[in-house]
């Protein structure tokens, strides 16, 4: 006659399991490989935390909402107001419009060596925006504004590329910045003509 077998409890079944893990044959070399492994991502997961708690450096989340459908009567991104501007503080602030399929303005021209503050909102879907070589690589969603700080190290022509599918026009949905020698930029001069508000 047979025995029912006992159902184990959950505190057998641990004790198995960890007795099973121990009966695992792991060779000197691969218990190298695992340790160093280990240690390769508890660093990097120390880099993000103390960049996170002592350096502000965040995913761009700041949760900054805008009316997409009214851009242009915003104060910020009315047409006017787009582009190249320095702010009372002495920052140089970058506003762009991100719609299918194109960034506007165009083109701009920014200083090199100069921490810049990009401001991104979309017009209409959502867009991403890439610049190779620098830190700049954000989604843009409608409804909100993306805001990167970035400092393009050296004099050159930079692409400015839309990184998330939005149309059949993705592909040419690109712009450039022309970034100039920190002497030889000269801060955009605000016409008064226009009418527009430097400040929001
Ligand atoms: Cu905009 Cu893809």
Not at 100 to 109: A, G
Request: with cysteine; charged share 20%; proline share 6%.
């Amino acid at each position: 006659m047979q025995t029912e077998p006992t159902k184990p409890t959950y505190e057998q079944c641990v004790r198995n399991f960890f007795a099973q893990l121990q009966a695992i044959h792991v060779d000197h070399l691969e218990q190298r490989w695992i340790t160093i492994s280990l240690l390769v991502i508890g660093l990097f997961v120390g880099i993000m935390t103390l960049d996170a708690l002592f350096d502000g450096i965040n995913p761009p989340s700041k949760v900054e909402t805008i009316d997409s459908a009214k851009l242009h009567l915003s104060k910020e991104f009315a047409e006017d107001n787009l582009g190249v501007q320095v702010d009372d503080k002495g920052n140089v602030v970058v506003r762009m419009v991100a719609g299918r399929y194109s960034f506007f303005p165009k083109h701009i021209d920014v200083p090199a060596e100069t921490p810049i503050t990009l401001r991104w909102v979309s017009s209409d879907v959502l867009h991403g925006v890439h610049i190779p070589m620098t830190n700049m690589s954000t989604m843009i969603v409608p409804g909100y504004v993306a805001e990167i700080t970035t400092t393009f190290p050296k004099p050159g022509e930079y692409p400015v590329l839309c990184n998330e599918y939005c149309g059949l026009g993705h592909n040419h949905m690109w712009s450039n910045i022309s970034v100039i020698a920190k002497e030889d930029w000269k801060a955009p001069v605000k016409s008064a003509v226009k009418g527009g508000s430097n400040n929001e």
